[in-house]
């Protein structure tokens, strides 16, 4: 039945990720931005804490766990720094193609060795957001915003399959809207050698699915950052002789953002749980997305609302947040590809339609 | 963590589905049409009674065992995940269903053995259908509960009673109405009482059914009660139940469990204009248009959210956990969401929608009430903001 208790395992991962994120990035969120990445000593001691090979399978070195474990341990890292979470990641979500489609040699051959490299960053685009040849054995193009400043592996998925390349990739830095943390470049491919290259329609759909809800973990976790910061500034700040939390135009509106951001945690959970399971959850993890897009485009500026004028200020994080969740929901084709897909699903789908795997089917 | 619905659940979800089918909604849109209640003495309750509905979940006192009926739902998701679909096929034939209805969980939780088996008893293998409500809301108070201005005074062993109260669901037909009044207008929530009313008491008249926008299948009813007098044993819970706050609570205590039986009912609305437009775009050709497909998936997606959101708020209940924050929030968003979801399907619709005779256009005026009922969003809103940010009283 219906149960939203995760296990200890999982527990403890979450309060494992929770202290490192307010610890090690919180503190220090203005500085990696500045400075275009975490700090070397952050870098360390999250390669020390393990979490970068979560997703891995136990023969390639990982701790064999799957995308709820994903999803939780990103709304931490997250919620403490979204740049961040991202740089600290070598892998990102250009696991997934990896894994769906690669298999154990892929990730021993392209993934394992980033592990080992500092700074390294593997890098997933989809193909709709670029603009690239695939050829026989090369790709040409560009690319217009990628996080990252170094690109060690550059996956290129589309709904047929992937190829990876890993040289001939020349990268222009850009200031970027956000996750400048991350980095921030346009990509030109001149004849980029092709390293592999994997066909699958439903595996490059599993993959997808599975970076849509990479991503919409972030966003649900910087989102909840937005919330919880507002709520505690609100309660501060006084004005006509009360918290401004106190009046009802602004407590109903931190409340609204609050389950703004439950519901799109619940549906991300469910999506991730569904995953996990082998289940078809395309629809499901679009879902998902869309919806954490959705709350990002309501949370994120009424943040900076919320502050007023010292919202839009660099002084508190806020601006970043709005800035931040903002780009996030840009990747991987953002809300319209994702749109597309689930409206898509529900064509074929006829009535009742199936919410969720709790309808009667 | 696990997001599935047990094997005994199906089975009787399906059971809902086919009942839902085949009797509510048909019944329900003659309902609709004719713009009246579905009459007492319809056939379709009887066959509830006869089949086994309408029973309370009080299991008898345990010298007289209840008859043998079907197991009684288990937990408060399983509920929900019922409800729903009773909602999907109609929400207001639900409520015109016979049984003790909304008072049962007040009476349950605070009557006493007496007044169980003489309230409660009648519904435990019914002759004929019955039913109960609960009147809280006047003409001058709805939202602000603590102000009702119904007013019980003490006279030798009985209260007499006098105020009105409106939109009080299947009042006229009730058995018993489990009245909220005050016994000192000044005190507000601390000098609140609930007493039970029982039908064609002298007093206790002028019946009105309203005219309502939607919902209509069930009776919402105002009445009055003029130095109505009953006997000081239909105080609910007896004299010692009302020390300190304890008589608002108990009205409030009946909203509190109410709150996520809305949401599910608004999921359920929701879902059945889903249906209705995806038929609908499908007939007429219009799924190839992003424009129609992107209402569905927005209505869908934020369909699923509202249900999640509600069966969040069961299962804490369920875990015996506070769900305050969950249980308001489930309700404010899920009514919002079936708002949404019937009005998108009106726009696909177009100038179909205008014409008044399809269900959508049922659905999008059933669906307004969700925001209303039990607690309207803004006050779900302020509840949820007392515990957020502590948002003060006054
Ligand atoms: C179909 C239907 C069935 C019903 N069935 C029953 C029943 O069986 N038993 C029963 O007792 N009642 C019943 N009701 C009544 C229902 O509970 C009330 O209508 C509801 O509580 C709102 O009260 P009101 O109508 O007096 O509105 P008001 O309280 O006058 O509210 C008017 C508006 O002001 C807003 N508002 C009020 N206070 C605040 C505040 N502090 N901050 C911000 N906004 C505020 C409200 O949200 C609303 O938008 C029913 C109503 C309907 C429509």
Request: proline content about 5%; aromatic content about 6%.
């Amino acid at each position: 039945m219906f149960d939203l208790q995760l296990d200890e395992e999982l527990e403890l991962l979450v309060e494992t990720a929770r202290s490192f994120a307010r610890e090690e990035l919180s503190p220090r969120l203005r500085e990696a931005e500045s400075a275009r990445g975490p700090d070397p000593g952050v870098c360390a001691s999250f390669a020390e804490i393990g979490l970068a090979a979560l997703e891995l399978p136990e023969a390639c070195g990982g701790a064999g766990l799957g995308a709820l474990a994903r999803v939780l341990v990103n709304e931490e890292l997250a919620a403490g720094d979204v740049g961040a979470a991202v740089a600290l990641d070598p892998l990102g979500p250009a696991l997934y193609p990896l894994l769906e489609l690669g298999g154990e040699t892929a990730l021993k051959e392209l993934a394992l060795p980033l592990l080992a490299r500092e700074g390294a960053r593997a890098v997933l685009v989809a193909a709709a957001d670029a603009e690239l040849e695939v050829g026989a054995d090369a790709v040409s193009g560009a690319v217009p915003w990628v996080p990252a400043d170094r690109v060690d592996l550059l996956v290129v998925l589309d709904s047929e399959g992937a190829v990876a390349l890993q040289s001939g990739i020349e990268t222009e830095p850009l200031r970027g809207a956000g996750l400048r943390a991350a980095g921030a470049s346009a990509l030109r491919l001149q004849n980029a050698p092709i390293v592999a290259r994997w066909r699958g329609r439903e595996q490059a759909g599993r993959a997808l699915a599975r970076a849509r809800l990479y991503l919409a973990s972030l966003l649900v976790g910087v989102l909840r950052q937005t919330c919880e910061f507002t709520r505690d500034y609100a309660l501060q700040r006084v004005a006509f002789g009360r918290p401004i939390a106190h009046h009802q135009a602004l407590a109903f509106l931190l409340v609204d953002m609050h389950a703004a951001v439950d519901g799109a945690r619940l549906l991300l959970h469910e999506a991730a749980w569904n995953a996990d399971r082998g289940r078809a959850n395309a629809a499901l993890s679009a879902t998902a997305f869309i919806e954490a897009i959705d709350a990002s485009r309501f949370v994120g500026p009424n943040g900076v609302q919320i502050l007023g004028g010292h919202g839009f200020m660099q002084d508190y994080p806020v601006e970043k947040y709005m800035r931040e969740s903002r780009a996030l929901g840009l990747l991987l084709g953002g809300v319209d590809a994702a749109r597309e897909e689930a409206g898509r699903a529900l064509c074929d789908a006829g009535a009742p339609v199936a919410l969720s795997e709790l309808e009667i089917v | 963590m696990e997001f599935t619905i047990d094997k005994a659940m199906r089975e009787r979800l399906e059971e809902a589905r086919e009942r839902g089918r085949d009797e509510m909604r048909p019944i329900g849109l003659i309902a609709d049409r004719l713009g009246r209640p579905i009459p007492r003495d319809d056939p379709y309750f009887e066959g509830l009674i006869a089949s086994g509905e309408g029973r309370t979940r009080w299991p008898g006192l345990k010298s007289k065992p209840r008859p043998s009926t079907r197991d009684p739902l288990r937990t408060v998701t399983m509920t929900l995940l019922l409800t729903e679909e009773w909602a999907y096929w109609d929400r207001g034939v639900m409520v015109a269903n016979p049984g003790p209805g909304l008072p049962e969980g007040n009476v349950l939780a605070l009557g006493t053995d007496e007044q169980k088996e003489q309230y409660l008893g009648p519904f435990l293998d019914p002759d004929r259908p019955r039913w109960a409500c609960f009147a809280m809301t006047e003409p001058g108070a709805g939202s602000d509960a603590a102000a009702i201005r119904t007013h019980a005074r003490k006279d030798g062993d009985h209260w007499i009673l006098n105020g009105a109260k409106c939109f009080i669901g299947n009042a006229s037909r009730a058995d018993w109405i489990l009245v909220q009044a005050t016994i000192d207008p000044e005190k507000g929530r601390d000098a609140q009482r609930a007493f039970f009313v029982e039908q064609a008491t002298p007093g206790l008249g002028g019946f009105k059914i309203e005219k309502k926008m939607g919902l209509k299948a069930y009776e919402s009813t105002s009445f009055t009660l003029s130095d109505c007098r009953v006997p000081a044993a239909n105080l609910l819970g007896g004299e010692a139940r009302y020390e300190e706050r304890a008589g608002f609570k108990t009205a409030m205590r009946t909203f509190n469990a109410g709150r996520p039986i809305i949401a599910a009912n608004s999921v359920g609305i929701g879902r059945a204009a889903l249906d209705e437009a995806l038929d609908f775009a499908r007939e007429r050709d219009l799924l190839g248009d992003s424009r129609v497909r992107d209402r569905l998936e927005q209505m869908a997606r934020k369909l699923r959210a509202g249900r999640l959101l509600c069966l969040r708020a069961g299962w804490l209940a369920d875990r015996m956990a506070p769900n305050i924050v969950e249980a308001s929030m489930s309700k404010a968003i899920a009514a919002g969401v079936a708002q949404e979801a019937t009005s998108l399907g009106m726009e696909l619709l177009g100038s179909v929608g205008a014409r008044g005779d399809h269900l959508i256009e049922k659905l999008y005026r059933d669906a307004k009430a969700m925001d209303i009922v039990e607690g309207t969003g803004q006050i779900q809103r302020m509840i949820m903001a007392r515990h957020l940010v502590q948002l003060p009283r006054n």
